[in-house]
């Protein structure tokens, strides 16, 4: 009994303090804001920009990051051997050193930010010399010096560190069989000159960018050994020399970036602290804009924008791009054959150019993008992005929206209406599944659409939304006949893995799409030691896509982003949003009022 | 008892390594692969290879189970793969006190708000005042949690802004002092802890107003009233203490709802707590701390069970262990 009425006790105590609990907590709802702390947290607020992001950064280390918050927090902490600027009037890439620029610049860029004080390219095409500048320091005091790139290209080379980067050193003396040679490819015959050797002749634009990678401080790095490498406490606490530094780092909460006072490579950043939250859900991200709890939120969906803007007219929206396209893919092979003995067939259903055109013209694009996407979006007609203005093809018209003619183009295929109304062609139904990733509004939009598009012509297309890992693996396998995606671009161009003929190299190649002259065209332009020599072969390259259809191109995406108006000196453009963060300021919000 | 305990906690150990045996083969054996995110264009294709290699992941299935066997019995868990490499105990234990709170002020507000609920309930039972509790019980129970959440940060943080829609702290908490801190973390835990504490509250009500009743029905309790004791004495003194003995067991019980419910309340509310490492990591096929959480929820769930039962006979002393 004694034990019972000890437990009655306890609980007792325990409704008891409940109850205060309770009471706190409704005393606390009632009076609105704590007091004291409201003045404050302007005052933090004026000195900080908060950016509200999905994920949260993997490796503060550019060796290793993968993710794009990784790389773009990367991008402040570290130094630059160059700056790199995307030129919007041509689409081309242009680096800066201190004393030289590769293009004439447009100016968004700044050349003291890079290490690079200038360099020389061989004329045969086969080393590159760059003359380092000598008042660079990483934030210990340490000058930053040639060995420090020579010892970091070894990282990215080494098979056990597994660098993602490890494709920029595919030109360097000994990669041709397989594994680098460092001794060769890599000189520093003093602590500023650090000279690349590559195998062959690679164009000029090319040897900048694969040898331009960041830095890691090699004093400090030096005594990790590869297999430690990711695990290393030093992956926490970066060490840079870029505008800002990694002041606190709460993992999956925040990332706290400070001014670096001591940085040279351009300046001190202007706004003192820099707050990147993680905030997973969609909807609670555009609350936080909308209460101005955040500054910037990325991929608004543009059904949203209205009632941002009229919610909270402190807010602005902006929109980057063209470098995201969805579309739809069409298996051209017939995989069960494919993967019974490698035989290539084309496949029963979408085997013939002619019926993915047909495809392609049955789908309204217009109304998905006039339904979703609205002035954000513009209908695709190959991969190669009205961006890149150097390379695209202005003559080819759209594939038109043509229901009338895309049923005539399918009878002359052979595909004829059935009892049921479904087209068939020699017993064979015109019935698939159309796959696509879970958690991707914009698709399932699309998907819709498509879906009746098609059944007016008499096509059974049924939905299947798969989770997004297995979705993508199913892909990879070439597991789909027909599945709807997205591309997003590098801003090289570079085809081949998508569209090559050798399907086992060419692993992007989900569709099994195979045309000769296109790799042929690939390896041409590839060779081009001027960049710009190649634009013929790319406006061959469209031709050629966009009549054979190997994919349906639905549409190029600008994507958007939600701005506080507070933040001026902001330059977005397609190479990225935060590559000029350095510059921008903050109004106190106090002058905002008013 | 103590026998009873020992036993129960010995019988724990195959039964949660079942539970991990099992896991560490579905895992694996589900389609998603933890090197997906670098198969794409214009990354080199060995890093898959070298990084499933890192990974340990190319041997065949029966040795990676005897290798993390033998770290397993060692009590190395492994590290994670997506959370740069971090050993997947230190993961958890970053997230843990995160969940902890939650849970904790959850259970407290469950309990608090159920209680109370069922006694006006079963005390005035049949009344317009019961029946609206009794609907509005039900209609929070059957409410799913995220979609709750939402509509709460809807309501108060975007049309009243009366609290924050997410995070644990407000930017430059840390010049708030400490008592400004405390306060401005209670003020970011009032919606997630009342979304998470509302559906367990319904239920608790229900159960409370139905062991109330029964009491109420008890000839002792006739015999207070008999007595002439005033209705207050009678409810709160003789039929409460009562009713309420069954309740306590609820307490062990509901550990395991309230911590799956913290998964989708940590992911809406961009709380660092265990719930969302555990999606994070299944949606990143992170193997290790897939296991490691599988791990704690599980032994949470078995002691929880453990506590129930134990306090159900520290309750009733007709129960014998």
């Known amino acids: 009994m004694m034990r ?5 006790m306890r609980y007792g105590r325990e409704i008891a303090f409940s109850a205060i609990l309770a009471a706190l907590m409704l005393l606390f709802s009632s009076c609105g804001r704590t007091p004291g702390s409201g003045d404050r947290g302007a005052a933090a607020r004026d000195s900080t920009l908060v950016i509200a992001m999905l994920g949260d950064a993997d490796y503060l280390n550019p060796v290793i990051g993968s993710s794009v918050t990784s790389s773009n927090i990367s991008g402040l902490i570290y130094p630059g051997l160059l700056q790199s600027e995307f030129d919007t009037t041509t689409g081309l890439l242009n680096f800066l050193a201190l004393e030289k620029k590769f293009r004439p610049s447009n100016g968004g860029r700044k050349p003291e930010a890079a290490l690079a004080r200038t360099w020389v390219m061989s004329a045969d095409h086969k080393s590159i010399t760059y003359i380092l500048r000598n008042d660079a320091f990483w934030d210990d005091g340490k000058p930053v010096v040639s060995g420090d790139f020579r010892f970091t290209y070894r990282l990215y080379g080494n098979p056990v560190i597994a660098s993602p980067r490890q494709q920029y050193l595919a030109e360097l003396i000994g990669a041709d069989r397989g594994s680098v040679d460092f001794d060769r490819a890599i000189e520093t015959p003093d602590d500023t000159t650090l000279i690349f050797r590559f195998y062959k002749p690679v164009p000029e634009h090319l040897a900048l960018f694969h040898t331009s990678l960041t830095p890691l401080p090699a004093h400090l790095w030096q005594n990790i050994k590869p297999e430690d490498f990711r695990s290393s406490p030093l992956n926490q606490k970066p060490v840079g020399a870029g505008p800002y530094r990694l002041q606190s780092w709460g993992k999956q909460q925040e990332m706290v970036l400070a001014s670096n006072r001591k940085s040279n490579l351009p300046k001190p950043g202007n706004i003192p602290l820099i707050n990147w939250r993680i905030v997973p859900d969609y909807t609670v991200r555009l609350a936080q804009l909308q209460t101005n709890t955040v500054d910037i939120v990325e991929n608004i969906k543009p059904e ?17 791009g063209l470098r995201v396209y969805d579309y739809v893919g069409w298996s051209n092979i017939d995989q069960a054959a494919y993967h019974k003995n490698g035989q290539i067939l084309p496949h029963p259903l979408f085997g013939s150019s002619e019926v993915r055109r047909a495809l392609t ?35 080819i018209a759209p594939h038109p929206y043509d229901p009338a003619a895309a049923a005539s183009l399918l009878e002359k295929q052979g595909w004829r209406p059935g009892p049921d109304g479904i087209l068939q062609k020699q017993g064979r139904k015109f019935s698939f599944v159309l796959y696509t990733n879970s958690g991707n509004a914009r698709r399932n939009y699309a998907s819709v659409v498509i879906q009746q598009n098609l059944k007016a012509l008499g096509i059974d297309c049924r939905l299947d939304v798969q989770e997004s890992n297995v979705f993508f693996e199913n892909l990879q396998n070439r597991k789909l006949d027909a599945w709807m995606a997205g591309w997003s671009i590098g801003l090289e161009i570079d085809p081949l893995d998508v569209w090559g003929s050798d399907l086992k190299k060419s692993t992007f190649n989900f569709t099994g799409y195979r045309n000769p002259r296109i790799d042929e065209i690939c390896e041409l332009a590839k060779e081009k030691l001027v960049q710009t020599d190649a634009g013929p072969y790319w406006l061959e390259y469209q031709e050629i896509i966009h009549r054979d259809q190997p994919v349906t191109f639905l549409y190029w995406i600008r994507e958007t982003l939600g701005f506080s108006k507070r933040i001026s000196g902001e330059q977005l453009n397609i190479s990225g949003t935060f590559y000029n963060i350095d510059d921008w300021t903050l109004t106190p919000s106090s002058n905002l009022a008013r | 008892m103590l026998t009873y305990i020992l036993k129960r906690l010995l019988l724990s150990i195959p039964l949660i390594f079942g539970v991990l045996t099992l896991t560490f083969f579905i895992i694996r054996l589900a389609p998603g692969d933890p090197a997906a995110f670098f198969i794409q264009p214009g990354i080199s294709p060995n890093v898959a290879e070298q990084i499933r290699a890192q990974y340990g992941l190319n041997d065949p299935l029966p040795v990676q189970y005897v290798k993390w066997l033998a770290n397993v019995l060692q009590g190395d868990f492994g590290r994670s793969f997506s959370r740069a490499q971090q050993p997947v105990f230190e993961v958890i234990a970053q997230a843990l006190p995160v969940t902890v709170t939650i849970a904790a002020l959850t259970l407290v507000a469950n309990f608090t708000f159920g209680i109370v609920i069922g006694i006006i309930s079963a005390v005035r039972q049949n009344s317009f005042l019961d029946r609206f509790l009794t609907v509005t019980a039900l209609f929070f129970y059957s409410m799913p949690e995220f979609w709750f959440a939402l509509m709460m940060i809807i309501v108060f943080a975007l049309k009243l802004q009366w609290f924050p829609a997410s995070g644990l702290n407000e930017i430059g908490a840390e010049s708030f002092g400490p008592f400004g801190f405390l306060v401005d973390r209670i003020w970011h835990l009032v919606l997630p802890v009342t979304v998470l504490s509302i559906n367990g509250a319904a239920g608790i009500a229900r159960y409370v107003r139905g062991s109330m009743l029964e009491v109420i029905r008890q000839d002792y309790i006739r015999t207070a009233r008999a007595k002439g004791l005033p209705e207050n004495v009678v409810i709160f003194r003789h039929a409460l203490r009562n009713a309420l003995l069954p309740v306590i ?3 062990g019980s509901s550990l395991p709802f309230i911590f799956s419910g913290a998964l989708f309340i940590e992911v809406i509310f961009a709380f660092p707590g265990m719930g969302r490492v555990t999606v994070e990591a299944i949606f990143a096929r992170d193997y290790p701390l897939i296991i490691a959480n599988t791990f704690i929820s599980g032994t949470l769930i078995v002691f929880g069970n453990l506590l129930a039962d134990v306090l159900y006979a520290v309750a009733d002393p007709r129960i014998r262990l």
């Open chain 1, 304 to 320: 949203d924008f209205s009632a941002l803007l009229k919610a909270n007219p402190g807010v602005e929206t902006k929109s980057v």
């Open chain 2, 249 to 251: 067991t609820l307490m």
């Open chain 1, 361 to 395: 013209m049955a789908i309204d694009r217009e109304a998905i993008i006039d339904g979703y996407l609205k002035e954000y979006g513009s209908v695709c007609n190959t991969d190669i992005s009205p961006s890149l203005k150097w390379a695209y093809n202005r003559s």
């Open chain 1, 4 to 8: 019972v009425e000890h437990i009655q």
